[in-house]
């Protein structure tokens, strides 16, 4: 069975930094992965995104702030995340289309920007 397992978030100042990361029980060698958010009483938002060969690609409001990156022999994912703005609040998920075209989702890890 597929899992994604999100860990890092918390609450942090703004200004701050947090790392986001995200196990998989699988390989990930070959997958796209992605982080996604969803802000308070708002649709979820594709954050970050990084191919196989590492390419990247960022939501427009985080570039320059935040950074994406794997691990293809832990098959893990991360997001380093700096000068967080309260903006960032938000419940921060890793996400990839699997075999079959299935998507897979962790289970979400609370990121809270607040002084």
């Known amino acids: 069975q597929v899992q994604l397992v999100e860990s890092g978030g918390g609450l942090v100042q703004p200004g701050g930094s947090l790392r986001l990361s995200c196990a998989a029980s699988?390989?990930?060698?070959?997958?796209?992965m992605n982080w996604w958010r969803q802000l308070p009483g708002k649709q979820r938002e594709l954050v970050a995104s990084i191919t196989s060969t590492g390419s990247t690609d960022y939501l427009d409001t985080v570039k320059g702030r935040f950074t994406i990156s794997r691990d293809n022999v832990e098959n893990k994912v991360y997001l380093q995340m700096n000068n967080l703005k309260p903006e960032d609040t938000a419940e921060y998920y890793c996400?990839?289309?699997?075999?079959?075209?299935?998507?897979?989702w962790g289970k979400g890890t609370l990121v809270t920007v607040s002084s």
């Open positions: 996400m990839f289309r699997g075999p079959g075209g299935i998507n897979y």
């Open positions: 699988i390989s990930i060698r070959g997958y796209v």
